[in-house]
């Protein structure tokens, strides 16, 4: 804003002032301009041939406009109403019965189950083509972080109770092998069954920790975590158990090291500074009498029954030496069950993963989420992508047809 002296006439004189230069500036502020709900209505012309009409010979030729097709058929949720109601829930943690007041406020009146509608069916139509397209792209590699959390849906078709535990399973690639993403996948059970239909058609190493579900699947070995080593040595809070944390931190110290190392680089240099350590600490293990139910015998326990696991990432420098990334990945599953606390039904957890796995991925790519999801909802449903799925690859975060109009 500009402001002139309010006389602009000399004191002494009175004669008109000059301005001396250009104005200086004081001082900025934010200035806070309220959202808007707009109503569109899209009209459909029609048009006819008058020559045409006058020929008894010839039909008259009609020809009448096409506008878009909606992202919801015979809704009033548009593309920009359906990405704020997804983002709000999926970035914001803001739980949809808590958005409802607000749109009130702009003028659209609805409640937390016709938001909830809007975002299974526009999850299902047009993100869920997007999420699987991803899935095939992730069964593709051959190193895999893994986790799992618990989640809760009211309404379950096993027969169990509301109170009995859900799950949120997770999947993240590595950066070394192309674009980077993240998949959740909702379930009712922890079996090793679910990870198997998850990641069906997978083939390499699953990093993971030392959950018994992570075993025994055909073409898949399991790399195991050293946090969680670290961890229950850390517990045992005594001499002993400060030497094993001792041991974690000597590997922690050089993976620090090795961290900008290429793969075949960085599997040398375990080879030669890391292994010596991992065999020594086992073979203290081994020679020492942990016995018992005490902390420090469920420590050593647990390390020498994955043994086998822990040691395999000497051995390929693409993997890392614990599962952080993973457990990183599934935190604003986390974050936002502590807001939206559960699932009315599975058809609903289903959707806030598939959300959760675009919006994860969007963040990695520094992807603003709520462009992202307004192109898609805006583009896709006019376009024919089910004879042709490779079509969607350019509305996958990391294309750069999103990178150049959805980038922050």
Request: aromatic share 10%; hydrophobic share 35%; net charge positive.
């Amino acid at each position: 804003m500009n402001y002139s002296a309010r006389l602009q006439e000399c004191n002494c004189c009175l004669h008109p002032l000059t301005e001396m230069g250009e104005g200086q500036v004081v001082r900025e502020e934010a200035e806070f301009i309220p959202a808007s709900l707009k109503r569109i209505q899209h009209v459909e012309h029609t048009y006819e041939c008058t020559h045409c009409k006058t020929d008894s010979n010839t039909s008259s030729m009609i020809v009448r406009g096409k506008a878009p097709q909606p992202a919801i058929q015979r809704s009033v949720a548009g593309p920009s109403v359906l990405a704020h109601v997804i983002y709000q829930k999926f970035m914001q943690y803001l739980p949809l019965y808590r958005q409802v007041k607000e749109w009130a406020r702009h003028g659209l009146k609805a409640n937390d189950k016709n938001l909830s509608n809007w975002v299974i069916r526009a999850t299902e139509d047009w993100l869920a083509p997007l999420y699987e397209r991803m899935k095939e792209l992730l069964t593709c590699r051959n190193v895999l972080h893994v986790d799992e959390t618990s989640a809760q849906v009211l309404f379950r078709t096993d027969g169990k109770p509301a109170q009995s535990k859900a799950y949120n399973w997770v999947c993240k690639t590595i950066p070394c092998q192309g674009p980077v993403m993240v998949l959740f996948h909702s379930s009712l059970s922890r079996s090793r069954a679910v990870l198997e239909s998850f990641i069906q058609g997978f083939r390499g190493t699953v990093i993971c920790d030392g959950y018994s579900a992570y075993g025994n699947l055909p073409d898949i070995q399991f790399a195991n975590c050293w946090a969680h080593v670290r961890r229950y040595w850390l517990k045992a809070n005594s001499k002993n158990g400060q030497i094993g944390v001792d041991f974690c931190n000597q590997l922690y110290a050089l993976e620090r090291e090795f961290r900008q190392l290429r793969p075949g680089k960085r599997r040398r240099m375990r080879k030669k500074y890391s292994k010596p350590i991992v065999k020594k600490f086992f073979a203290w293990i081994e020679e020492s009498p942990f016995y018992g139910t005490n902390a420090l015998a469920t420590a050593a326990d647990y390390t020498l029954k994955r043994k086998k696991e822990l040691q395999l990432f000497l051995t390929d420098g693409r993997l890392e030496i614990d599962n952080n990334p993973a457990e990183n990945a599934i935190r604003p599953n986390v974050i936002g069950r502590k807001n939206w606390l559960f699932s009315v039904s599975e058809a609903g957890a289903k959707a806030n993963a598939i959300c959760l796995s675009l919006a994860e991925t969007a963040k990695l790519h520094g992807i603003d989420f709520y462009m992202y999801l307004k192109k898609v909802f805006s583009e896709l449903p006019n376009l024919e992508f089910g004879q042709n799925p490779s079509r969607l690859d350019d509305y996958l975060p990391w294309s750069p047809q999103i990178q150049l109009e959805c980038k922050k």
